[in-house]
Each structure stands twice: as structure tokens, then as C-alpha cells.
């Protein structure tokens, strides 16, 4: 009977990575944006909406995959320190102004639009990713509600900065599937591969929401900034890391609650689209005081989380560092202001 189970669910997940490879394929051909990631994910959200039995990677996987984002965006923070320099004051706390004005708007907005409790109306408006939400929702009665909510808005988010970037005239890949898959040079695998085996390994004790991009990111970042060593990822890792977050991203958004569905999608595109324009805002104004451009300050302070926003960096081929660098700054300050939050808005009950 398990034997059964376990075959069943294999061929589901193996289902759901080939659909997702075609998707990704198809998507490359129609040149659209981060075609893995997008062309995954829609392959994905249709295939589960229609019916089809499909079954997500193992939960070990997809923290395996946010190791493998960290390795990657560790040298490009490490360059971003040095070239951004006094530039990096006014992003950051701007992205921190906005994380908070944008919060409290959206706890009154999802407690009114979907009935929520204020608790889950204010994790719901949280900017962070779902590896973060699902540390903090233990206890919350709407939790479908609250995911559903964040899985919306950080596909929202991804569809539109890739269409965004196309519109703007980011020049995509002149070959992209063969670039995709390039394997890099063979000296450059026994570092990274030893790095992400390392990295995995200490995450895997850390109890600590998002430790898996952040801590990685981090030590990876000193590593290069710090070493002679010359940390590059092969692009194939990078592709991989897309095709897992769009399998996860595409089951997770077609299997929320159909009852509620469509007022929660609604009501959850509606805020992003908001807060969207809101970051879009502050990046224009910002945009000629700092050394960066209009749409790397709008990936840095756009409602995503972390390991998405930086994977549509890295894919376009803009300045990934200081998008990761300022979405790791703001992880942080939600990771210490989101429990406090919580905290104070429980504390009558």
C-alpha cells in the first residue's frame, strides 16, 4: 500500500516538472521574461486547475533550491556594497518607510475586503515570502487564506516587473535555452557545489525563518568580498532553482480555497497592484539621487520575496546584488517587526 502511495506521488511530481519544462520551453520561444520561472508556474496553475494530479517537489528541495539563489547572490551583494556606497541609506530606508505605511494600509484593507481576522489581515499584508509566512501562521484559523493571499501577489508581482522589463527593453538572452542550461567552466563546481552542501547542512539546524537565502547570502557575500576565492554559479543551477520555485508557485496558487478563491485573488491583486505603484513611486523619486537604475529600485522595493524578486534580477541580468541586499535588509526588519506585530495585536485575546 505505502509502495503504491509513494509511486503514485512519484509520478506526479515527475509529471509536474515535465509540464513544467514544456511550459518553460514554450514560454522561451514566445520570448517571454524569465521563461522558466513564468512558463512553469502558468504550465502548472493550468494543469492543477484542470484536474491533473500533480504533486510538488519534496519540502527538502525547495530549501535546497533558496541555498542554491543564496550562493548565487552573495558575489553580486558584495559588489553592489562597494559600488552603490552612500546611495544604499536612501534605498534602504525607503524600502523600510514603505514596507510599514504599506502594512498597516493592508491589515485594514484585507481585515474589510475578506473578512479576515486582524491578525491574518496583517500577515497577509506582510511583504515577505512564503517560507516566512509559513513560520509565522502556527495558530492563525484563516492560514489557507493568508498563503493563497501571498502566493497571488508574488505571482502578480513576477509576471508583471518580467513584462514590465520587456516593455522597457531589457534585451533578452540571445540564445536562451542553450544559455540556460550552460554548465559553466568545470573549475567552478567543486567550490559552489561545496558551498550550497555547507550552507545546507547549517541552514538545516538554524531555526530561523528564510535562513536558507539569508544566511547563505550573507556568508557568501563576506566570502567574496573578503577572499581571493571567485564564486561563479553555473547558469544550469540557476535554471533548475527557477524550475522548482515555478512547480511550487504554479501547484500552490490552483489549490487554494475555491469557496474563496476568487475574493481572495481579487482582493490580493488589487493590494499588489497598490503597493506596486506605491514602490514604483519611490523608485522614480529616488531614481536620481542614487547610482542605480528606475527599474533596479523598483525590483528592490517591489511586494515579493526575496528569493523571487532576486531570481527575475539574475534572469534579466541587472544589478541582483543590490536587489537581494535591500530585500535581505527589509526580511530582517519583517522577521523582528512581524512577531512584535503579532504580538500586540493578540494581546487583548
Same mark, same amino acid.
Given at each position: 500500500?505505502?509502495?503504491?502511495?509513494?509511486?503514485?506521488?512519484?509520478?506526479?511530481?515527475?509529471?509536474?516538472?515535465?509540464?513544467?519544462?514544456?511550459? @518553460?520551453?514554450?514560454?522561451?520561444?514566445?520570448?517571454?521574461?524569465?521563461?522558466?520561472?513564468i512558463?512553469?508556474?502558468?504550465?502548472?496553475?493550468?494543469?492543477?486547475?484542470?484536474?491533473?494530479p500533480?504533486?510538488?517537489?519534496?519540502?527538502?528541495?525547495?530549501?535546497?533550491?533558496?541555498?542554491?539563489?543564496?550562493?548565487?547572490l552573495?558575489?553580486?551583494?558584495?559588489?553592489?556594497?562597494?559600488?552603490?556606497?552612500?546611495?544604499? #541609506?536612501?534605498?534602504?530606508?525607503?524600502?523600510?518607510?514603505?514596507?510599514?505605511?504599506?502594512?498597516?494600509?493592508?491589515?485594514?484593507?484585507?481585515?474589510?475586503?475578506?473578512?479576515l481576522?486582524?491578525?491574518?489581515?496583517?500577515?497577509?499584508?506582510?511583504?515577505?515570502?512564503?517560507?516566512?509566512?509559513?513560520?509565522?501562521?502556527?495558530?492563525?484559523?484563516?492560514?489557507?487564506?493568508?498563503?493563497?493571499?501571498?502566493?497571488?501577489?508574488?505571482?502578480?508581482?513576477?509576471?508583471?516587473?518580467?513584462?514590465?522589463?520587456?516593455?522597457?527593453?531589457?534585451?533578452?538572452?540571445?540564445?536562451?535555452?542553450?544559455?540556460?542550461?550552460?554548465?559553466?567552466?568545470a573549475?567552478?563546481? /567543486?567550490?559552489?557545489?561545496?558551498?550550497?552542501?555547507?550552507?545546507y547542512?547549517?541552514?538545516?539546524?538554524?531555526?530561523? /525563518?528564510?535562513?536558507?537565502?539569508?544566511?547563505?547570502?550573507?556568508?557568501?557575500?563576506?566570502?567574496?568580498?573578503?577572499?581571493?576565492?571567485?564564486?561563479r554559479?553555473p547558469?544550469?543551477?540557476?535554471?533548475?532553482?527557477?524550475?522548482?520555485?515555478?512547480?511550487?508557485?504554479?501547484?500552490?496558487?490552483?489549490?487554494?480555497?475555491?469557496?474563496?478563491?476568487?475574493?481572495?485573488?481579487?482582493?490580493?491583486?488589487?493590494?499588489?497592484?497598490?503597493?506596486?505603484?506605491?514602490?514604483? @513611486?519611490?523608485?522614480?523619486?529616488?531614481?536620481?539621487?542614487?547610482?542605480?537604475?528606475?527599474?533596479?529600485?523598483?525590483?528592490?522595493?517591489?511586494?515579493?520575496?526575496?528569493?523571487?524578486?532576486?531570481?527575475?534580477?539574475l534572469?534579466?541580468?541587472?544589478?541582483? #546584488?543590490?536587489?537581494?541586499?535591500?530585500?535581505?535588509?527589509?526580511?530582517?526588519?519583517?522577521?523582528?517587526?512581524?512577531?512584535? @506585530?503579532?504580538?500586540w495585536? @493578540?494581546?487583548?485575546?
Amino acid at each position: 500500500m505505502a509502495a503504491g502511495l509513494v509511486a503514485i506521488l512519484r509520478r506526479q511530481r515527475c509529471l509536474a516538472f515535465a509540464l513544467a519544462i514544456l511550459g @518553460g520551453l514554450l514560454a522561451t520561444e514566445l520570448a517571454v521574461p524569465v521563461p522558466w520561472l513564468i512558463g512553469g508556474m502558468t504550465a502548472c496553475a493550468v494543469a492543477t486547475l484542470a484536474g491533473v494530479p500533480l504533486a510538488g517537489p519534496p519540502a527538502w528541495t525547495e530549501r535546497l533550491v533558496r541555498v542554491i539563489i543564496g550562493v548565487s547572490l552573495g558575489p553580486s551583494i558584495a559588489a553592489s556594497v562597494v559600488s552603490t556606497g552612500a546611495g544604499l #541609506g536612501p534605498i534602504v530606508v525607503t524600502a523600510l518607510a514603505l514596507v510599514t505605511l504599506t502594512v498597516l494600509g493592508g491589515t485594514w484593507w484585507f481585515e474589510r475586503r475578506l473578512g479576515l481576522s486582524r491578525a491574518a489581515a496583517y500577515l497577509a499584508a506582510m511583504p515577505g515570502g512564503l517560507s516566512m509566512l509559513l513560520s509565522m501562521t502556527d495558530g492563525i484559523g484563516e492560514r489557507p487564506a493568508v498563503l493563497l493571499a501571498h502566493t497571488v501577489r508574488i505571482v502578480t508581482v513576477v509576471v508583471s516587473i518580467s513584462l514590465l522589463a520587456s516593455t522597457l527593453g531589457v534585451s533578452p538572452e540571445a540564445r536562451p535555452v542553450l544559455a540556460s542550461l550552460d554548465l559553466g567552466r568545470a573549475g567552478d563546481w /567543486p567550490l559552489v557545489l561545496a558551498l550550497i552542501g555547507l550552507f545546507y547542512g547549517v541552514c538545516e539546524r538554524v531555526r530561523f /525563518p528564510g535562513a536558507h537565502v539569508i544566511l547563505t547570502m550573507i556568508a557568501t557575500a563576506l566570502l567574496a568580498g573578503l577572499t581571493p576565492l571567485a564564486v561563479r554559479e553555473p547558469e544550469v543551477l540557476k535554471t533548475v532553482a527557477m524550475l522548482v520555485l515555478g512547480v511550487v508557485l504554479g501547484i500552490e496558487i490552483a489549490r487554494g480555497e475555491r469557496s474563496r478563491y476568487l475574493a481572495t485573488f481579487c482582493g490580493s491583486a488589487v493590494y499588489t497592484v497598490v503597493v506596486m505603484a506605491a514602490g514604483a @513611486g519611490a523608485a522614480y523619486g529616488i531614481a536620481h539621487r542614487v547610482d542605480a537604475s528606475f527599474l533596479v529600485l523598483f525590483l528592490a522595493l517591489a511586494p515579493g520575496g526575496i528569493a523571487e524578486v532576486s531570481l527575475i534580477a539574475l534572469a534579466l541580468g541587472l544589478d541582483a #546584488g543590490l536587489v537581494a541586499l535591500v530585500h535581505g535588509v527589509r526580511f530582517l526588519y519583517i522577521v523582528v517587526a512581524g512577531p512584535l @506585530g503579532l504580538w500586540w495585536l @493578540g494581546r487583548g485575546r
